[in-house]
């Protein structure tokens, strides 16, 4: 089994920071990328930021030059930082990465259960 639990979620004033975490754990043979996506209520889920185990990453337009994700590969987790934080950037954030089972030999796409940032103006 593989799973994906995040922490760091919470209440903040506008203008303020939060760092998420994401470890994964479990039958884990392999991690290719790892990443953060978001969902507002009455949205669709969106990308946030993501980022391969050799560093490249992407990012959405809306979160770049606030936002920056990094993983640490010896501990399968990612880290979203988030500074100048916005209310519209309220959302549930989800991580999820993209590795290969060896149960299974499977390589397909985990989720995290989400954590709730909320921005207060």
């Known amino acids: 089994q593989v799973q994906l639990v995040e922490s760091g979620g919470g209440l903040v004033q506008a203008g303020g920071s939060l760092r998420l975490s994401c470890a994964a754990s479990?039958?884990?043979?392999?991690?290719?990328?790892m990443g953060w996506y978001r969902q507002a209520p009455g949205k669709q889920r969106e990308l946030v930021a993501t980022?391969?185990?050799?560093?490249?990453?992407n990012s959405a337009d809306s979160v770049k030059g606030r936002f920056t994700v990094s993983i640490d590969n010896a501990k399968n987790t990612v880290y979203l930082r988030m500074n100048s934080l916005k209310p519209e950037d309220t959302a549930v954030y989800y991580c999820n990465a993209d590795l290969t089972d060896w149960r299974t030999n499977n390589r397909r796409v985990y989720w995290g259960q989400g954590t709730q940032v909320t921005v207060s103006s």
């Open positions: 980022i391969t185990r050799g560093g490249s990453t």
């Open positions: 479990g039958t884990i043979f392999s991690i290719y990328a």
